[in-house]
């Protein structure tokens, strides 16, 4: 059960948060002295949803040096594909970040077909 003061995970059965101490018993699940302020219970969650983020922000920043870096041969070509992969590691997990996560692969998509132009290009010649 959570608290829904501080977004606290607590056993089961318990009165009091192990966090902020709040009552969690008689139905208040966390309201002290009867009552609750929105901006904590928001924060609480909004704490929990915020932690696994990283990926996608991975994602999404080697999807930008892939579109920044078109005209080196291989660093695109390598920050695109490692940017596909962590896109859809986020997205697949169902981490945080599902915006950064699909912006990460956008942009890893479309730095890395002119990336792979350029490589050709450069081999043919």
Excluded: H, W
């Amino acid at each position: 059960m959570y608290c829904v003061k501080c977004g606290k995970e607590n056993k089961d059965g318990s009165k009091f948060c192990v966090n902020c101490g709040c009552s969690l018993t008689n139905g208040n699940q966390g309201l002290l002295s009867g009552t609750v302020s929105y901006e904590n219970t928001y924060s609480g969650v909004r704490n929990m949803e915020n932690k696994s983020v990283g990926l996608a922000v991975a994602s999404m920043v080697l999807g930008i040096v892939s579109l920044l870096l078109v005209c080196v041969p291989v660093v695109p070509i390598i920050c695109a594909v490692l940017g596909l992969i962590l896109g859809a590691a986020s997205l697949a997990t169902k981490k945080g970040g599902k915006g950064m996560a699909i912006a990460g692969l956008v942009t890893s998509i479309i730095g890395a077909v002119p990336a792979v132009i350029v490589a050709v290009t450069g081999a043919s010649l």
